[in-house]
């Protein structure tokens, strides 16, 4: 019932910018904090950024002022826009949405930086 799917992934040069979406159905999106997560070959899922329902932002010490999370709650849509790439930041890239012993992830979108 619940759908978390992502888009926006893709092969960009380093230095470069991509804007991922997270369509989400299935449970009243604008009541939820939302998060993004990634995960590279070889190492664990990690945080990347989180957006509550007020639209307070946290992000990971490693991408703060070049990503931006953000959502619209019309659209059941959160976003995360990506700037200054490094290829370190080559991920399957997912959106998450958690309620007590609940946790929901996406299919993915893979981001890779290479030149």
């Known amino acids: 019932q619940v759908q978390l799917v992502e888009s926006g992934g893709g092969l960009v040069q380093p230095g470069g910018s991509l804007r991922l979406s997270c369509a989400a159905s299935g449970f009243t999106f604008s009541a939820y904090t939302m998060t993004w997560h990634r995960q590279a070959p070889g190492k664990e899922r990690e945080l990347v950024a989180r957006i509550t329902i007020a639209g307070s932002t946290t992000y990971a010490d490693s991408v703060k002022g070049r990503f931006t999370i953000s959502r619209d709650n019309a659209k059941s849509t959160m976003y995360l826009q990506m700037s200054s790439l490094k290829p370190e930041e080559t991920a399957v890239y997912y959106c998450?949405?958690?309620?007590?012993?609940?946790?929901?992830w996406g299919q993915g979108t893979q981001v890779t930086v290479s030149s």
């Open positions: 998450n949405w958690r309620v007590r012993n609940r946790s929901e």
